[in-house]
């Protein structure tokens, strides 16, 4: 059964700052993963999209890898800034339904 | 992208009564959607897979018959919470996956359900 961690759990920087976020998942064969953005009492804004023959994908000041190998994924944060504050998700697909991680809580300080 | 809606946005009921959460996908069409349930500061766990046309698959710990889910159409899954109690208090998330077939799901914008 696929397991999603997201490490850490909640991190505070200053705006300005590049940050990585991480996720790790313990089966390999995974379809794809996704990145999500999730706002207090909101529903998931996705992010990125890894397919599983990708090794990254960009979205503006977003960069997202994916190693399959090593079970991993990391998605990072250019130039960070106060609307950047959210909790992010990882989920690993290995069909059809989405295996969550924790989330990380990230809080951009002006 | 796909777009996927949910009714009502939030409710809440009183102990004892049931809610039914509509799930719809509004451009295209889902064999197969996924019901989602987070509690507050966690994160999101799936609580079951429903199919048009047949019977919805439930995870280990999830109780089938207090978690009523109907696929009526190839647009509209229904998730009706029966006797609910204060611990069914959650945000209540459904997904869709992409009809196009590339794995990407979907969300829709989630149920705040209160039971007082």
């Known amino acids: 059964k696929q397991e999603v961690t997201q490490i850490p759990a909640a991190l505070s920087v200053p705006e300005g700052e590049n940050l990585v976020l991480n996720c790790s998942f313990t089966?390999?064969?995974?379809?794809?993963l996704q990145w999500f953005r999730q706002d207090p009492g909101k529903g998931l804004t996705s992010l990125l999209l890894?397919?599983?023959?990708?090794r990254e994908q960009t979205s503006g000041r977003l960069n997202a890898s994916l190693d399959k190998s090593s079970g991993r994924s990391t998605l990072y944060i250019a130039a960070s800034q106060p609307g950047d504050s959210a909790t992010y998700l990882c989920?690993?697909?290995?069909?059809?339904?989405?295996?969550f991680g924790g989330g990380t809580r990230l809080m951009v300080k002006p | 992208g796909a777009v996927v809606s949910q009714h009502p946005s939030w409710v809440i009921c009183k102990s004892g009564t049931s809610v039914k959460i509509e799930c719809r996908s509004l451009d295209f069409q889902a064999t197969t959607m996924f019901w989602y349930r987070q509690f507050p500061k966690q994160s999101l766990m799936l609580m079951a897979t429903?199919?048009?046309?047949?019977?919805?698959?439930?995870e280990q710990g999830v109780e089938k018959d207090k978690f009523l889910i109907n696929h009526a159409s190839l647009t509209l899954s229904t998730l009706t919470v029966t006797s609910a109690h204060p611990e069914d208090s959650s945000f209540y998330i459904c997904?869709?996956?992409?009809?196009?077939?590339?794995?990407?799901?979907?969300f829709g914008p989630g149920t705040r359900l209160t039971v007082l």
């Open positions: 890894i397919q599983s023959s990708q």
């Open positions: 989920g690993g697909n290995a069909g059809n339904m989405l295996t």
């Open positions: 429903s199919n048009e046309g047949s019977k919805a698959t439930y």
């Open positions: 089966d390999s064969a995974i379809y794809n």
């Open positions: 997904s869709a996956p992409d009809p196009s077939g590339g794995y990407e799901q979907f």
